[in-house]
């Protein structure tokens, strides 16, 4: 009998019931797709790792180098280190690697280096997760530039330096557990061992230095670092832990997993105001049985179960078909996941417990019916016979006299009042303009401030025309001083600043030395945004980031002393700043120039520069990058850019996604909406004729109406999506090193292109749905 | 002789559920003279209501005439059939229907302001002096759910007469009030008739015709026959005579 009940009331509100079976089937879907996606992230990572083995030290190191200091040291912590291992890398400029007709790889801001393949741990992988074993005259290379270039097996690169030339054929992509990620700046090439050593021996590589750790079980990976900075083994460059590996591979995944279920939640709120809408439609139709059902005597819960069943029915068949589409659309997502972490996502596991989010999503809707059918229990027989007694005319509310309208026609006017006197009804969709608008403009921001050059602020890097990296060479030195005299003669620079990064020890809370990176230099040439405080402008003086200021990092805050030694002294430096920073594990500091170089532990030097206006700057970097063909020259926007990788193409496709969902959603529930109120105004319609308005005139008052309703909505909209989104994107990015997000704001896009986008679709479904055709009789309505 | 209303062979049919049709109006044919009095009678069903809401062009026939001021009105658009209700008609209905957004005064106004030439203080000035006439006039800012069915009632008349129509129609307006209200609210229609504007009401009420005209009375769907009287004066006191005069002729023709 239920079922009859279910099935009638699914006929009389067809639009409806679709509607809210629609949104609960998207936002199931979403949760499931993000569900599984995750799952199937951490289950192959896992697989990924167990094959990979990668380190959980690893050193870089450029420069004099000693095995037999290694070997002894890691024989000393046998207790701690399972096995150690050397990989010599060969570092190649991008611009000496050619490929296809005349590209190379230069400009790009990843490390390149050749390498064999390790003997005990850290393998590099091939699609299948096996471990490379590149025959001669073959390479494998790096799934980063695979994509990047859009290389196929098959092709050919030539590596050319000096008197070195050799073409490779690619048999491979190179999965690299650790260098996997455009985070990670450095990219490893497998090559034959002959080869190696041919390039070795004749080639142009400058050599730099992969100490691994791997551990024991019970190794404790602190001790080990202290102990091999006390020992004073080879240190002169930057040290990952494995924990870093890790969540550099999932990044991406993990933030479009995070925008997703925010965006299914959304859609979950969404269908609870369509219930919500559905329900006050059906009881205001259903009052008078109600009540006659209540004097007949059937029990409160009896009445309620009826309804309840309905929504029981609905989610559970959202669930399924939500379910079983997500099998589909999960592969739109994995696509990243199989290309860098596993090419094999069998397995059940994931789809078993992916089963949560539509049993969540069905617990979730019917908890949120039983809270909405308690106003059943309110509804006496009395009331059910007085119905809409309780919107209209209420008293104490405003009047907005006729008389005193100077500025609206009176049907306008008429439609304002009315969105003021019911604003218990046009709740609803104004809440619904108001979420669908923060679909479209979140992403739209986080994606324009990812691509802008303001993004460099989250990256530690003061705005700036252009930028040059020199990284470990050689002639790394001669370079530096050769380019700084050039640019003091170049016209076109109208200013330029020098940065040295070297290591440093730096002194922990538990009072042991650590390594940290430290950028020395002029800092009020190209000023950063510092959260706190201020740039260290005299002696004695540093700024951190802020994942180093953080409890897991230094624990300082502005004020505080920070103790570093440099040749051999020891310095207190006054931290005068705290500064975002997602670059380097997010784990940076900056400070005056006058603490000198660590000589023996240069990284690397930063040329940056602003030109004179009019300069042609793609021109000049061209220059500088055949001038300097070691060196990396990038305008910041390329910088952040190449950075980001794939996220920033990830974005993209959610703002699409976001903007498609939030226009289905708008035009859906305004024509549901209107639908609704035009019907439950029949009669206020049929006296508004009766005194002589035309169909017309009734419509532009409910036009007016819905259209303010429409224009507050995304206001208020994009007011919440630039405060409330900032906030959301902070929290999430400051465990990267980016505590206060800004979004960059392309006025014309979040002011304009967004919203009219917005107000063109929904005004014209509210255009189309307030054509109230009535073609009956007015007496049909009026009679008495 | 001029007609305000002229209608011939006017049929009404409904259709009801699939094929199964119902004859409201039988070929009925009316006219009513300008500045009259008139009242409908006849039993719940016979198709009074119906009557009124065709010649007024609020409803369509299904086929014949209704001439409004020489102008045929079954076949004016929409929007003209409005324009004529907005300047030329006025409605009071039996259940009231006033707009539930608007206090008194202001849905007395709203007819009025819906044209773009309205002068807002005149049309103000002239909802007052009509709230005056009708002693509703402290009433003005309240909320329709304020006012007793009396005192609503009235405020739909002044609605009626804000845009000076030429004729008011009235479905049972005292169908729902007091006898002492009907007695005023008929007092009150008795002036406005007398000031010239034409009246058509219907009504179940022998005390309220006998205060017209002329009584139509209707038996299925037909006109079956008239009565003509003299215009009611109260100063002749003479509304017993009449009442009683009207009781006999309805119950000569089966009332
Ligand atoms: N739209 C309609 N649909 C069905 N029946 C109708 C419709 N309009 C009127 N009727 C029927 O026509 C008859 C006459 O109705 P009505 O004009 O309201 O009578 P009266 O006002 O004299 O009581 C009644 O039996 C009524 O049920
Ligand atoms: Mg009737």
Sequence with gaps: MFLKIVKNDFIRNKISTISVLLFITMAVILATSAVNNVTTLIQSMAKLEERAVPADIAQMHTGEFDQAEIDRFTLQYRDHIAMQETMILQNVDGSNIHF????????????????????????????????LDVKEGFVAVPIYFMEQHDLKIGDTITVKSGGYEKEFVISDYARDFEMNSSLTSSKRFVINHNDFHEMFVIGPGEMEYLIEFKLN??????????????????????????????????????????????????????????????????????????????????????????????????????????????????????????????????????????????????????????????????????????????????????????????????????????????????????????????????????????????????????????????????????????????????????????????????????????????????????????????????????????????????????????????????????????????????????ANANLGVNEKAVLWYIVSMDMVDGVNIPAKMDYYQNAYSTAQVNDIKEYTQQTLGNIINQMGTVVIGGIAIAIIIAVLITALFLRMLLSKDISQIAIMRSVGLTLKQINHQYMAGTMMVLVVGIILGVVIANLLGEFLVSMAMSSMGAAKIEFVHIVWQTWLLCPLALITTVGWTIFMSCKVAVKDDLSVVLRS | MTYIIEARNMNKKVMLGKGHEIHILKDVNLEIEEGEFVSVMGASGSGKTTLLYNISGMDRLTSGSVKFNGREIGSLKEEELAKIRLKSMGFIFHDINLLKNLSLIDNIMFPALVSTEANKNSVNHKAKKLMKMTGIDKLANHNINQGSGGQLQRAGICRALINDPDIIFGDEPTGALDSKSTEEIMSILGEINKSGTTIMLVTHDVKVAAKTERILFMVDGNIVSHKKMRKYDAQQNDSREREEDLLKWLVENGF
């Excluded at chain 1, 296809?100 to 393949?117: E, K, P, W």
């Design chain 1, 217 to 590: 079980k019970n190794g404790d990976a602190d001790t080990v670092q202290t102990a091999y900075i006390e020992a004073g083994l080879p240190a002169n460059g930057p040290s990952i832990r494995g924990k870093m590996f890790l969540l550099f591979n999932a990044m991406s995944d993990i933030a479009v997993a995070m925008v997703i279920i925010l965006i299914s939640i959304l859609l979950l709120i969404i269908a609870f105001l369509c219930i919500r809408l559905t329900f006050l439609a059906s009881i205001d139709e259903d009052l008078r049985e109600i009540g006659v059902m209540k004097a007949m005597g059937i029990s409160k819960e009896d009445i309620k179960k009826v309804y309840l069943n309905k929504y029981r029915a609905i989610s559970l068949i959202a669930g399924i078909i939500g379910y079983l589409l997500s099998l589909a659309t999960v592969n739109l997502l994995n696509g990243n996941i199989k290309l860098y972490i596993s090419s094999d996502l069998s397995g059940s596991l994931n789809y078993l417990l992916s089963l949560i989010a539509p049993l969540l999503v069905y617990f979730i809707i019917v908890m949120y019916c039983k809270r909405v059918l308690k106003r059943i229990d309110k509804i006496s027989a009395v009331e059910a016979l007085r119905r809409d007694s309780i919107e209209h005319g209420k008293n104490g509310k405003h009047h907005f006299p006729l008389i005193k309208n100077k500025f609206f026609s009176i049907n306008i006017y008429m439609g304002l009042v009315d969105v003021w006197k019911r604003f218990k009804l046009y709740r609803l969709l104004f809440v619904i303009f108001i979420v669908c608008t923060f679909i479209v403009i979140l992403p739209v921001n986080i994606f324009n401030t990812m691509t802008s050059p303001e993004f460099s602020t989250y990256m530690g890097i003061g705005k700036q025309d252009m930028r040059i990296d020199l990284r470990r060479t050689d002639r790394i030195t001669e370079d530096f001083i050769k380019l700084q005299q050039e640019l003091e003669n170049d016209n076109d620079i109208e200013k330029f600043a020098t940065y040295v990064t070297s290591s440093y020890p730096v002194k922990n809370e538990e009072g042991s030395w650590n390594y940290m990176n430290i950028e020395i230099g002029d800092f009020s040439a190209f000023p950063l945004n510092y959260l706190e405080g201020r740039g260290p402008e005299r002696e004695g003086e540093i700024s951190l980031s802020f994942a180093n200021a953080a409890k897991d990092g230094l624990n300082k805050q502005v004020g505080d002393e920070v103790t570093v030694r440099v040749g051999g002294r020891e310095q207190s430096l006054t931290v005068t700043g705290i500064y975002q920073d997602i670059t380097n594990g997010g784990k940076t500091a900056k």
């Design chain 1, 100 to 131: 296809s007709q005349n590209q190379t790889l230069a400009g790009t801001i990843q490390d390149i280096s050749f390498v064999v393949q390790n003997r005990k741990f850290d393998f590099i992988l091939n699609l299948d997760n096996e471990k």
